[in-house]
């Protein structure tokens, strides 16, 4: 299974962004998909993820209630809809795949990763 993230890009503080995973080469609906994020300079970190079934989301304290995570195992893709955005959700953003359920929040836990997409968060 491949990963492509998109729908990146420039907004404004408080304005919205929906990022889509698109996955092909095989069926993304045995799998825990998760969002992570890298700024300039830091490490990857977790954003979320969504379950097998999409029933259940686990999203970071730093985003909760701003953003949500959504999928649709019929078209094999997965999304993340960030609202109110902050210039310090600015980060390139990376969908990931498991096999492992539960709330995997770790980088190591997830074992296929797309491109990333790169949003920017200007003041």
């Known amino acids: 299974v491949q990963l492509q993230a998109s729908g990146g890009g420039l907004v404004q503080a408080g304005e919205s962004l929906r990022l889509s995973c698109a996955a092909s080469?095989?069926?993304?609906?045995?799998?825990?998909m998760g969002w992570f994020r890298q700024a300039p300079g830091k490490e990857r970190e977790f954003v979320g993820r969504?379950?097998?079934?999409?029933?259940?989301?686990y999203l970071d304290d730093s985003v909760k209630g701003r953003f949500t995570i959504s999928r649709s195992n019929l078209k094999n893709a997965v999304y993340l809809q960030m609202n109110s955005l902050k210039p310090d959700d600015t980060a390139v953003y990376y969908c990931?795949?498991?096999?492992?359920?539960?709330?995997?929040?770790?980088?190591?836990?997830?074992?296929?990763w797309g491109q990333g997409t790169q949003v920017t968060v200007s003041s």
């Open positions: 990931a795949a498991t096999t492992v359920v539960g709330v995997r929040v770790r980088e190591s836990d997830y074992h296929l």
């Open positions: 080469g095989g069926t993304i609906s045995g799998h825990v």
């Open positions: 969504i379950a097998r079934n999409g029933a259940s989301t």
